[in-house]
């Protein structure tokens, strides 16, 4: 049999994340109970002689604003959410999340939004309870023989606390604080004997270096403790991207799977109508028949030119090496491309630009960005009604070519624009589409170096923008 770990203290203390709201609430339990323990040792025990119902008070203080601030955390929801320096305070669960980012013209929404709101507020609230503890030990000193009390090293324990759980420059503040707090129970203080010596009330030689000494002190603990935190902090921000990275990287390699096998499967039963069809045209020809026989046939034809035609798109889509070749192409000459395969083509108004813009050389997959286009158009007309229209311009910017695909629907709210691209996610109609369009549109822009961005205002329509490169030719082959 395996011996038994010992147990500590801290076995018993509730596992929370360092930095996190929880983190702080165990903390402050634990100061209360060893607040309350050294002052039952002093009165109990060694039997000093100080003002034991003022320090019974200050605890009491920090137990009810503890209480207040547990409930304000479970009110809240928000007792696991981490604080994180830059006030970034987010759950693991929404950064998890899809990262598009909503900037609509006269209200710009924010990624996550309701949890950067959560996390000023969590900050806020901790920066107040630090502060108070602050004061709190600064009273209790006073009672207790001021800077002469051993328990004054416990400035710099407040300090190191707050450069975990708050922004930089509101730590600076807890130093200026504990500064202030060190400087006045200094010189007021009411005396305990039994300490040993006493600070003179005085300013000498040795006050100044006492002093100075915790100025420079408190300054390193500050600095290189919340540089620490903040350096970690960025790793596991890191770390997250690349984990979510690899994910995305998963989902596309799957859906490049299903889409080649699609392709596959469908082809054979593809070519066998297109066989079919031919045949019987070739049989029909010398037939006397009704004129909508051949329209039939003619659509058959046509329909079947277009399956081909999206088999191959989904195919450039989903990032098919064969489909992903790079060719020199224009701007101009790649609007073209995308409108050739658009639906409702007198829905789109596409803005005539400057020969600089339109000529501009381009040097990407043509296909795959015109179908990626193409779906930002398709989604514009389908959000935009039976009789609204969707706006399509191209602009040069810094050595990007941007596309905006501007409809005139209902536009979105913050959720929807929060997921939207998320595979599997539409907010179609059942049988209109299955929520891999934008999803797999994003991954061919992102995949090229570029962004896409969406604004969109609640009853005033959605915009689009493509960002794209413009590559060098030499850095690719065609």
């Not at 929880?22 to 323990?37: E, P, V």
């Not at 060719?327 to 000459?333: F, H, I, K, L, P």
Request: with cysteine.
């Amino acid at each position: 049999m395996q011996s038994a770990k010992p147990r500590s203290l801290f076995t018993f203390i509730p596992a929370a994340p360092i930095g996190s709201s929880t983190w702080l609430l165990h903390l402050r339990w634990f100061a209360t109970a060893g607040q309350l323990i050294t002052i039952a040792f002093a009165a109990l025990v060694i039997g000093l002689e100080m003002n034991y119902g003022a320090l019974t008070c200050l605890v009491v203080v920090t137990a009810l604003t503890n209480l207040v601030y547990a409930w304000w955390l479970r009110r809240n929801q928000l007792a696991e959410l981490p604080s994180v320096n830059g006030a970034e305070a987010v759950d693991q669960a929404s950064l998890d999340s899809s990262d598009a980012v909503a900037e609509p013209d006269a209200l710009e929404f924010q990624p996550h939004a309701s949890q950067r709101e959560a996390g000023w507020r969590v900050q806020l609230v901790a920066l107040g309870l630090m502060l108070l503890d602050l004061i709190t030990l600064t009273v209790m000193l006073y009672f207790s023989g001021g800077a002469a009390n051993p328990f004054s090293f416990f400035y710099f324990v407040n300090l190191a606390v707050g450069a975990v759980m708050i922004r930089p420059s509101a730590t600076w503040s807890l130093a200026a604080v504990a500064t202030v707090g060190y400087t006045v129970v200094l010189f007021f203080y009411q005396p305990v004997e039994d300490l040993g010596q006493i600070f003179p009330n005085h300013l000498g030689l040795r006050t100044i270096g006492l002093m100075l000494a915790f100025v420079t002190c408190a300054s390193v603990v500050t600095y290189f403790v919340s540089r620490t935190s903040g350096l970690l902090r960025a790793r596991e921000r890191q770390l997250r991207e690349s984990q979510l990275a690899q994910a995305a990287d998963r989902r596309l390699e799957a859906l490049t799977t299903l889409a080649a096998g699609a392709a596959h499967e469908l082809a054979t039963p593809l070519s066998t109508i297109d066989v079919i069809a031919r045949e019987l045209t070739r049989h029909l020809e010398s037939v006397p028949k009704p004129a909508t026989v051949d329209q039939d046939l003619k659509l058959i034809d046509h329909q079947l030119d277009l399956c081909r035609h999206i088999l191959q798109r989904m195919r450039g889509a989903a990032g098919d090496s064969m489909a992903q070749q790079w060719y020199e192409t224009t701007v101009g000459d790649l609007i073209d491309a995308t409108l050739e395969g658009i639906r409702d083509p007198h829905r789109v108004d596409v803005i005539d630009n400057s020969e600089e813009v339109e000529n501009e050389t381009l040097w990407m997959p043509e296909e795959a960005v015109a179908q990626a286009v193409r779906n930002l158009i398709h989604n514009g007309l389908d959000a935009s009604g039976a009789d609204g229209r969707v706006r399509v311009e191209s602009r040069l910017d810094q050595g990007n070519v941007e596309f905006i695909i501007t409809d005139q629907g209902e536009g979105m709210d913050v959720e929807t624009l929060r997921r939207i691209g998320d595979p599997f996610f539409t907010t179609k109609e059942p049988g209109r589409g299955i929520g891999l369009g934008l999803y797999l549109t994003r991954n061919v822009i992102s995949q090229l170096g570029g962004t896409l961005d969406f604004k969109s205002i609640p009853g005033q329509g959605t915009r689009a923008t493509a960002s794209l490169p413009v590559s060098n030719p030499q850095n690719h082959q065609a």
